[in-house]
């Protein structure tokens, strides 16, 4: 049973934004830091951005700006906005959920989503 569930991922236009969410069980998000990552057709699974059970972020340099991670505790929903989207950031991005200790480090994150397909067209 997927414990991690992305959704709102498409095709848009380079400028537009886009929402993803990632629900997951309660247990898992209660007890979990949360992340987004990403993953380009031939390239490494890369980090995007952590949130702490308390809400502290933290966001890899190529999206700062333009993404926000958000958390909602009591629907088990993580959240990135994603505004003024470029072609790079086209990938399939990954709901993460780990301990914070581990959150960051790509080979230690405990759960995983199914991931969902952003496409920003040019």
């Known amino acids: 049973q997927a414990q991690l569930v992305e959704s709102g991922g498409g095709l848009v236009q380079a400028g537009g934004s886009l929402r993803l969410s990632c629900a997951g069980s309660?247990?898992?998000?209660?007890?979990?830091?949360m992340g987004w990552y990403r993953q380009a057709p031939g390239k490494q699974r890369e980090l995007v951005a952590t949130?702490?059970?308390?809400?502290?972020?933290n966001y890899a340099d190529s999206v700062k700006g333009r993404f926000t991670i958000s958390r909602d505790n009591a629907k088990n929903t993580l959240y990135l906005q994603m505004n003024s989207l470029k072609p790079e950031d086209t990938a399939v991005y990954y709901c993460?959920?780990?301990?914070?200790?581990?959150?960051?480090?790509?080979?230690?994150?405990?759960?995983w989503g199914q991931g969902t397909q952003v496409t920003v067209s040019s």
């Open positions: 309660g247990s898992i998000f209660s007890r979990n830091a």
């Open positions: 949130i702490t059970i308390g809400g502290n972020t």
């Open positions: 993460a959920a780990s301990s914070p200790f581990t959150i960051m480090v790509l080979n230690a994150v405990r759960y």
